[in-house]
């Protein structure tokens, strides 16, 4: 997820001469209307096969990677997400059963994610 994150961070000029984040100039994302800075979304897709079984190695995914997901809580019970990464942790059975359309899992910080 490091990797991922550094990546992230890369920065080059589009074609227009701007600067922008390296992913952006192959791929778009919608604006954030709150200012945020939207990263795309990470899916992990666990099997249970084998020792490293979901319920063991998610919540010691989550909080390895604590610094580049959770939000930073603002005055007035806002939540600021600029340059964090959604992480989304489903199992393949889930997805299996229901498609990218169907139950997501769950986010990095507990919530229930309505799509994958």
């Not at 992230?8 to 100039?25: A, Q, Y």
């Not at 899916?43 to 995914?61: A, C, E, H, M, S």
């Not at 964090?84 to 990218?100: C, D, M, Q, V, Y």
């Not at 986010?107 to 994958?116: F, H, I, M």
């Amino acid at each position: 997820m490091g990797k991922y994150a550094r990546f992230l961070r890369r920065k080059m000029k589009d074609i227009d001469g701007k600067e922008r984040p390296m992913w952006r100039t192959r791929w778009t994302a919608p604006a954030a209307s709150s200012g945020d800075k939207a990263h795309p979304p990470v899916l992990l897709v666990f099997n249970r096969i084998g020792d490293r079984k979901p319920n063991n190695t998610v919540p010691r995914l989550i909080d390895l990677t604590r610094r580049l997901w959770a939000c930073q809580r603002q005055h007035g019970g806002h939540h600021h997400y600029d340059g964090k990464i959604s992480i989304i942790a489903t199992g393949l059975r889930n997805l299996r059963e229901h498609g990218p359309a169907g139950p997501g899992g769950r986010g990095a910080g507990g919530e229930e994610v309505s799509r994958a």
